[in-house]
């Protein structure tokens, strides 16, 4: 792996040109019904947030982000500290002292510290963060505004973070250590590099991508800093500002809130009202609150606090403290306080500027249960933002779906339904009996009719003799479909063939590919082709054709 590490390359592939078509997210049926009530902004909803995501909404935030108290001193201090010692884009320095100036705004996505980026939509969130900033600039340009990307250091689910699938391989990173996962070294990863080297063999571009990984990820660094270096060296450029909240000053700056957590210890009763009354309306809970919501975070241990028998006991270990004990670590050691995932969302309100939170639907979807929480703690509440979502399709696959006729919007039908439309639709014959089940429905009608006047008995009779015929006709097109299906079997096998390709287990290929793929399609130019191409404010699903 040493012939990897070597000094920074840049590489690119020949220029690409996209094809971009934009369905609304409803139409992929890949979206909950809450984010679809939410995107046509049903009435039901309203009380669950402040603003609409859309551009003129951000005037009224960010007038009143300007009454709401900051520190951005320490803020700055913070962020300085943490971009230091390794390869920091002038963007990037600039952004951060740009925070220091009162009319300076974020704009904030998150995510887990995913081995080698994890799934595409890690890409997707960034670049719709920054592509937020660039439109607020144009429309308040009075104001700054910058991207960041927090990293989630504190979280210890490892599983989640250890593996990316690139190629229908997994590639997995096993445990070593406990704790925060931003804490943990990349012990063994060398066996990952090993694996994607045997798997990629002499495809174009290799090298250079391995190349680019290796400059971040080696045994001894941790994952904090290996996507820390990653993402600012994709992201620099844009002036994107990573924030790790796995810092001293910055939980300084939320100490009041974590005290009044410890000793108040409301917040659960604030979040779970809500929730109810989302229930209510059909929506199921994402997030459940604890009474305390803060882990104690120490060395290689991240366990919840509980309060029992007068005391604060920290789970899975032999640590407690009195009142008095747990309010002195507080105050002299805010950074062994660690935030849960409801708390952890006021925590980076409570310290950043911050105008939108760009995330999944599976994310914001907790943030609706967060509302009279932040109302309760006087934090501001963001703007909700679904990132953007993408599907690639390649030009060889393209060339295949215009050969069979479809178009990859068709694709986001279920595969059973895609083949069946298509065989109906290409077939020499009339594979659908729609036609002659109106005609024999119209039959039995007509005797239905006429039993009525001779004995009005006989109809339920009638009634259910229709039911039998009409799913006889029903049985007879499927196994017109089913003889079409076997006359057409290589058709059919590639449909299914491109469908598994663009949907990986029957998923967006977003949440299951990794960046590498694309880096190995298109070369480190594709980034600029995503900013170019995506917009989160158009909150449509995009594809992006290879042309």
């Given amino acids: 792996m040493l012939k990897l590490r070597c000094a920074k390359q840049s590489f690119f592939k020949d220029e690409h040109k996209m094809k971009k078509t934009e369905i609304p997210f409803q139409q992929t049926g890949y979206f909950s019904k809450l984010m679809s009530d939410y995107l046509e902004g049903k009435a039901a909803l309203k009380p669950f947030y402040n603003n609409s995501f859309d551009i003129d909404s951000f005037g009224e935030l960010i007038e009143d982000r300007k009454q709401k108290s900051l520190n951005r001193t320490v803020l700055v201090d913070a962020l300085t500290a943490q971009n230091t010692g390794f390869d920091v884009s002038e963007a990037t320095k600039n952004n951060i002292v740009k925070l220091k100036n009162e009319n300076c705004f974020t704009v904030t996505t998150g995510h887990q510290l995913n081995l080698f980026t994890g799934p595409l939509y890690f890409i997707y969130k960034i670049v719709s963060a920054i592509n937020?900033?660039?439109?607020?600039?144009?429309?308040?340009?009075?104001?700054?505004?910058?991207p960041v990307y927090w990293m989630a250091t504190e979280d210890h689910d490892y599983e989640e973070v250890n593996h990316f699938n690139l190629f229908r391989n997994e590639y997995v990173l096993e445990k070593t250590q406990t704790g925060a996962v931003g804490r943990m070294e990349l012990s063994g990863v060398e066996g990952v590099f090993g694996g994607l080297e045997d798997t990629l063999g002499d495809r174009s571009g290799v090298e250079e991508v391995l190349a680019l990984f290796s400059r971040h990820y080696s045994s001894t660094t941790t994952f904090a800093v290996a996507i820390k270096g990653i993402v600012n060296e994709l992201f620099g450029k844009y002036g994107l500002v990573v924030i790790d909240g796995d810092d001293q000053q910055l939980k300084g700056l939320f100490a009041a809130d974590f005290k009044s957590e410890l000793l108040n210890r409301r917040n659960h009763q604030l979040i779970n009202s809500t929730s109810e009354k989302l229930k209510e309306l059909g929506f199921k809970a994402q997030v459940s609150p604890r009474?305390?919501?803060?882990?104690?975070?120490?060395?290689?241990?991240?366990?919840?606090?509980?309060?029992?028998?007068?005391?604060?006991?920290?789970?899975?270990?032999?640590?407690?403290f009195?009142?008095?004990?747990?309010?002195?670590?507080?105050?002299?050691?805010?950074?062994?306080?660690?935030?849960?995932?409801?708390?952890?969302?006021?925590?980076?309100?409570?310290?950043?500027?911050?105008?939108a939170y760009i995330g999944g639907g599976g994310e914001l979807a907790y943030w609706f249960q967060l509302k009279a929480m932040f109302d309760a703690n006087n934090i501001s509440y963001p703007i909700l933002v679904l990132r953007n979502s993408?599907?690639?399709?390649?030009?060889?696959?393209?060339k295949k779906l215009q050969k069979l006729g479809l178009s990859a919007a068709d694709l986001f039908q279920d595969t059973e339904l895609l083949i069946k439309s298509y065989l109906k639709n290409g077939s020499d014959i009339m594979l659908e009996l729609k036609e002659e089940e109106q005609i024999v429905e119209s039959v039995f009608n007509d005797i239905v009719a006429k039993a009525g006047s001779v004995d009005v008995s006989l109809q339920p009779m009638i009634k259910a003799e229709l039911q039998k015929s009409l799913k006889g006709l029903k049985n007879i097109e499927n196994r017109l479909i089913k003889a079409e299906k076997k006359k057409e079997e290589v058709t059919v096998n590639q449909i299914k063939n491109i469908k598994e390709k663009l949907f990986p287990n029957n998923s967006l290929q977003e949440r299951h590919d990794n960046f590498i793929s694309l880096l190995l399609f298109y070369g480190v130019d594709v980034i600029g082709e995503l900013v170019e191409a995506l917009n989160p404010l158009d909150q449509k699903f995009t594809i992006l054709t290879a042309e």
């Fill in 390 to 398: 993408v599907l690639f399709v390649d030009k060889g696959t393209d």
């Fill in 322 to 355: 009195s009142e008095a004990e747990v309010l002195k670590e507080l105050e002299n050691n805010p950074e062994r306080f660690s935030p849960n995932a409801p708390m952890r969302c006021m925590y980076q309100e409570k310290i950043l500027p911050n105008l």
């Fill in 132 to 146: 937020l900033v660039k439109e607020l600039k144009e429309k308040y340009p009075d104001n700054d505004f910058v």
């Fill in 291 to 320: 009474e305390i919501n803060i882990f104690y975070l120490i060395d290689d241990i991240r366990e919840r606090i509980v309060f029992e028998d007068d005391k604060y006991k920290v789970l899975n270990s032999e640590i407690e």
